[in-house]
C-alpha cells in the first residue's frame, strides 16, 4: 500500500509570489490535515479536509487556504509569500477525523528568499 | 492554555540501554489524547504510540511504552532496548476537544527532543 505522498519535495520561491504544494492521502484514506514545522515554533495545525470539506482550521492567516478533492487529493496554496513562510509542510492522512493515527508524508520543503 | 513541553533539546544513549524522553501537558480540559511521533532525517512522521486520557493501563508497542501520570500531567516515552535506527527527533503532542463539533484533529505539539544512540 502506498504511503502518503507529497509533491514537490523541494520549492524555492521569492516574496510575494505564490505556491501550491499537493497531497495524495492513502488510499481509501478521506481525511487529510496540513502542518507548518518550523524550528522555531515546532509542529503548527494549519487545516482539516474531510469529503472535500474543511472540518478545522489553526490559527494562521488567509493567505493560508487548501482544498480536497472527490479522490481525496489535497492541495493547499500560500499567496503573496513571505519570508517566515520558509517551512517544511506536512501533510497527513487517516480514515476518518478522529482516527488517533494519522500517516504523514515525507513533507515539503518551502524556501522563500 | 493548552501546551506540550518537551525539556530536554538533545538526548544521548548507548545502543541497547533504555532511554525516557519527558513530555508534560497542559490543557484543562478532561477528555484528551497524548501522541508520540519519531521524524527521523527523511523528514516524515512516523506514529509511535497513543495514550487516552481516560486509559488506565500505560500504552505500549512494541519496544515504546508511554508512562503516563495525570496527576503531574506528564506523558513520558520510554525506548526499551535502543537501537541505532533509533536516532531521530521525537515529538510529544496533544489531541483536544475543540470547541465546535468534529473539532477534534487539532493536535498541539511539543518542540521535540533529538534523540542520538551510539554504539
Known amino acids: 500500500?502506498?504511503?502518503?505522498?507529497?509533491?514537490?519535495?523541494?520549492?524555492?520561491?521569492t516574496r510575494g509570489q505564490q505556491v501550491t504544494l499537493s497531497c495524495s492521502p492513502i488510499s481509501g484514506h478521506r481525511s487529510v490535515s496540513w502542518y507548518q514545522q518550523t524550528p522555531g515554533q515546532g509542529l503548527q495545525f494549519l487545516f482539516e479536509y474531510?469529503?472535500?470539506?474543511?472540518?478545522?482550521?489553526g490559527n494562521f492567516p488567509g493567505r493560508f487556504s487548501g482544498r480536497q478533492f472527490s479522490n481525496s487529493r489535497s492541495e493547499?496554496?500560500?499567496?503573496?509569500?513571505?519570508?517566515?513562510?520558509?517551512?517544511?509542510?506536512?501533510?497527513?492522512?487517516?480514515?476518518?477525523?478522529g482516527d488517533n493515527e494519522q500517516f504523514f508524508g515525507p513533507g515539503t520543503r518551502l524556501t522563500v528568499l | 492554555a493548552q501546551k506540550i513541553t518537551q525539556t530536554q533539546p538533545g538526548m544521548f544513549v548507548q545502543e541497547k540501554e533504555a532511554v525516557t524522553l519527558d513530555c508534560t501537558y497542559d490543557t484543562s480540559d478532561q477528555s484528551y489524547g497524548l501522541f508520540w511521533y519519531k521524524q527521523p532525517s527523511s523528514g516524515e512522521m512516523i506514529f509511535l504510540i497513543y495514550q487516552g486520557s481516560y486509559d488506565e493501563q500505560n500504552a505500549t508497542e512494541g519496544r515504546y511504552s508511554l508512562n503516563f501520570q495525570k496527576a503531574r500531567k506528564s506523558a513520558n516515552l520510554v525506548i526499551s532496548a535502543s537501537q541505532l535506527?533509533?536516532?531521530?527527533m521525537y515529538?510529544?503532542?496533544?489531541?483536544?476537544?475543540?470547541?465546535?463539533?468534529?473539532?477534534?484533529?487539532?493536535?498541539?505539539w511539543g518542540l521535540g527532543t533529538s534523540l542520538a544512540v551510539n554504539p
Open chain 1, 76 to 97: 493547499m496554496n500560500v499567496s503573496t509569500l513571505e519570508l517566515g513562510d520558509s517551512a517544511l509542510y506536512l501533510c497527513a492522512s487517516s480514515l476518518i477525523p
Open chain 1, 1 to 13: 500500500k502506498a504511503g502518503v505522498t507529497q509533491t514537490p519535495r523541494y520549492l524555492i520561491k
Open chain 2, 85 to 88: 535506527g533509533d536516532s531521530a
Open chain 1, 50 to 57: 474531510f469529503s472535500e470539506t474543511q472540518r478545522n482550521k
Open chain 2, 91 to 108: 515529538f510529544c503532542a496533544m489531541r483536544v476537544s475543540g470547541e465546535a463539533a468534529g473539532n477534534n484533529r487539532k493536535l498541539i
